[in-house]
């Protein structure tokens, strides 16, 4: 194992939005997403702290394609807080889509984060939504339990993982990708260009094998 990637007190698995629509079958899968779920619950069982994630948008949410006439999943527009991409409606409050994978096994996750549920704002980072403005919540539970470093997993890499990873970073935590804890989309070389971002931003990366899973 790497130095200083020895799993303590201080540190916790943030396991991203493994939720069934964005597995195979869902409405906006992450291609091989359920593969995650084993690693993650593999992951679960190394680290004595756990926080999940869940995307949990109300019907009708600004980012959904079918609220915007005549606009497709996958388009960009421009609303108050910038550029959106336009999603197929998932992860539906209170439906199949929006709940974690029937096979996820985190007995001893802490806390569920859920992001979205503002009609009128997206949410990609688990810290903040996206707007930059408008808190989940989840820095001042982290800092408040005495946490120093965040590890990540889930879906998908390029992007709920990577703003994730940024935000912990930007919100003054160390922040470590499990590399093969996640599989991304690559919506347009969206994967290498997040990639390279936390680069920039000093998150590190590793294997769940070099963390002894």
């Not at 619950?41 to 680290?47: C, G, K, S, V």
């Not at 946490?147 to 889930?154: E, N, P, T, Y």
Request: hydrophobic share 40%; with cysteine.
């Amino acid at each position: 194992m790497p130095e200083g990637l020895a799993i303590g007190e201080r540190d916790i698995l943030l396991v991203v939005d493994v939720q069934n629509d964005f597995c195979p079958g869902g409405a906006l899968a992450v291609p091989r997403g359920d593969e995650v779920v084993p690693v993650v619950n593999r992951l679960a069982r190394r680290f004595p702290h756990l926080v999940l994630t869940q995307d949990w948008h109300p019907p009708g949410h600004q980012s959904f394609a079918s609220r915007h006439r005549g606009r497709k999943p996958f388009e960009t527009i421009e609303v108050a807080y910038g550029p959106q991409t336009l999603w197929p409606d998932h992860c539906v409050q209170g439906t199949r889509g929006a709940e974690f994978h029937p096979r996820l096994e985190v007995p001893g996750a802490e806390l569920v984060i859920r992001k979205g549920f503002r009609a009128g704002i997206d949410s990609y980072s688990t810290f903040f939504e996206n707007d930059r403005a408008t808190p989940t919540g989840l820095a001042g539970y982290l800092r408040e339990r005495g946490f120093g470093r965040v590890f990540l997993a889930g879906l998908a890499t390029d992007f709920c993982v990577h703003y994730s990873a940024l935000d912990a970073r930007a919100s003054g935590f160390e922040a470590v990708v499990i590399e093969d804890a996640c599989r991304g989309i690559d919506l347009a070389g969206s994967l290498a260009a997040a990639l390279a971002a936390m680069v920039r931003a000093g998150v590190a990366r590793t294997t769940v094998a070099a963390l002894g899973g």
